[in-house]
């Protein structure tokens, strides 16, 4: 007589990993793509969209007279390297976005790209389904290195219209410097060519600092009053005030001056100087960082910004100035 086999251990991303949620309103509206977890050591994302569901779910229990017009969908990002806690399991799935990831054979030729095949396939899966004329994408991550929180977009008005509603420092120019990430692809077109789109990310903090998941909640939110999902009346002022306590005083719109890649044959030996935070000061010629060359000094001045303090990652530092053109998007 065969034993019976082993259960298998509950997945401790849910029953249904990918989609946190997929909130439907009683009125027209945007639909709205929110995704946590794009890298696996960046949870407070996916926490603060498990928290979100949660308070929609009272809501209309606690404001009866609650409307909520579009739609939401929540994603998580790279499941597997959640599952383990790290940045990624084979390639960094936020530089690898394009329309197509499969191989030749029709497999898969990395883990990521598997990953990012989900993702497409539950927001192509929506929109097949869903009334809305616009599309609006909130990535949410967090940073090795503490200090201010900020958003990014691309250069185009809408979504940095949309990003400054946030009442944070934005920083535009970054998709000069990075390739193939969420903000590229949903604003490059290559995604849907019916449904004009909105797209911003969000560094909500520290990966460490329990706040961030605080912080990324007040973002979502304040981003669903943004685009009129919900009412200005239905949202506490204490997600605005979540925000305004952790936003540094710089220039409210700052734009990319450099981006340090790291060389792939030398990633080991890449070692940033420690102690730098989110948008501290540097002055051209500062000594910053290390590799196999030697010191590797700031070719020009302004403020650092995702110092790397981890051992995986394509880049060891960026720096930001302020947008030359004024505060005007």
């Given at each position: 007589?065969?034993?019976k086999?082993?259960?298998?251990?509950?997945?401790p991303?849910?029953e249904?990993?990918?989609?946190?949620?997929?909130?439907?309103g009683?009125?027209?509206?945007?639909?709205?793509v929110?995704?946590?977890?794009?890298h696996?050591?960046?949870?407070?994302?996916?926490?603060?969209?498990?928290?979100?569901?949660?308070l929609?779910?009272?809501?209309?229990?606690?404001?009866p007279?609650?409307?909520?017009?579009?739609?939401?969908?929540?994603?998580?990002?790279?499941?597997?390297?959640?599952?383990?806690?790290?940045?990624?399991?084979?390639?960094?799935l936020?530089?690898?976005?394009?329309?197509?990831?499969?191989?030749?054979?029709?497999?898969?030729?990395?883990?990521?790209?598997?990953?990012?095949?989900?993702?497409?396939a539950?927001?192509?899966?929506?929109?097949?389904?869903?009334?809305?004329?616009?599309?609006?994408l909130?990535?949410?991550?967090?940073t090795?290195?503490?200090?201010?929180?900020f958003?990014i977009?691309g250069?185009?008005?809408?979504?940095?219209?949309?990003?400054a509603?946030?009442?944070?420092?934005?920083?535009?120019g970054?998709?000069?410097?990075?390739?193939?990430?969420?903000?590229?692809?949903?604003?490059?077109?290559?995604?849907?060519?019916e449904?004009?789109?909105?797209?911003?990310?969000?560094?909500?903090?520290?990966?460490?600092?329990?706040?961030?998941?605080?912080?990324?909640?007040?973002?979502?939110?304040?981003l669903?009053?943004?685009?009129g999902?919900?009412?200005?009346?239905?949202?506490?002022t204490?997600?605005?005030?979540?925000l305004r306590?952790?936003?540094?005083?710089?220039?409210?719109?700052?734009?990319?001056?450099y981006?340090?890649?790291?060389?792939p044959?030398?990633?080991?030996?890449?070692t940033?100087?420690?102690?730098?935070?989110?948008?501290q000061?540097v002055?051209?010629?500062?000594?910053?960082?290390e590799?196999a060359?030697g010191?590797?000094?700031?070719?020009?001045?302004?403020?650092?910004?995702?110092?790397?303090?981890?051992?995986?990652?394509?880049?060891?530092f960026?720096?930001?100035a302020?947008?030359?053109?004024?505060t005007?998007?």
């Amino acid at each position: 007589m065969q034993s019976k086999p082993e259960p298998s251990a509950p997945d401790p991303l849910g029953e249904s990993p990918r989609v946190i949620g997929h909130y439907i309103g009683e009125e027209p509206g945007p639909l709205v793509v929110a995704i946590g977890g794009i890298h696996g050591n960046e949870p407070a994302g996916v926490q603060a969209l498990e928290q979100l569901f949660d308070l929609l779910k009272e809501e209309p229990r606690l404001n009866p007279g609650f409307t909520f017009r579009g739609e939401l969908l929540a994603l998580r990002g790279n499941l597997e390297a959640l599952r383990v806690g790290r940045r990624y399991v084979d390639i960094d799935l936020n530089r690898i976005w394009k329309p197509y990831v499969r191989g030749t054979d029709n497999t898969f030729p990395t883990v990521e790209a598997r990953e990012l095949d989900g993702m497409l396939a539950a927001i192509e899966n929506a929109l097949e389904d869903s009334s809305a004329q616009e599309l609006v994408l909130i990535d949410l991550h967090t940073t090795t290195a503490t200090g201010g929180i900020f958003a990014i977009t691309g250069d185009d008005a809408p979504s940095l219209l949309l990003a400054a509603e946030l009442g944070v420092p934005v920083i535009k120019g970054m998709l000069s410097g990075l390739q193939g990430t969420t903000l590229s692809y949903f604003r490059s077109g290559e995604y849907d060519f019916e449904h004009p789109c909105r797209a911003i990310t969000f560094e909500a903090g520290a990966h460490t600092d329990e706040e961030s998941v605080d912080r990324a909640l007040a973002a979502t939110v304040n981003l669903l009053r943004s685009v009129g999902c919900v009412r200005e009346e239905d949202v506490s002022t204490h997600h605005e005030e979540t925000l305004r306590r952790a936003a540094v005083p710089v220039p409210t719109l700052l734009e990319l001056t450099y981006v340090h890649h790291i060389d792939p044959d030398d990633r080991a030996g890449f070692t940033m100087r420690p102690g730098y935070r989110n948008f501290q000061s540097v002055e051209e010629g500062t000594i910053i960082a290390e590799d196999a060359n030697g010191p590797i000094a700031a070719p020009c001045s302004g403020y650092i910004l995702m110092p790397l303090y981890q051992d995986q990652g394509d880049e060891g530092f960026f720096i930001v100035a302020a947008y030359e053109g004024g505060t005007a998007y």
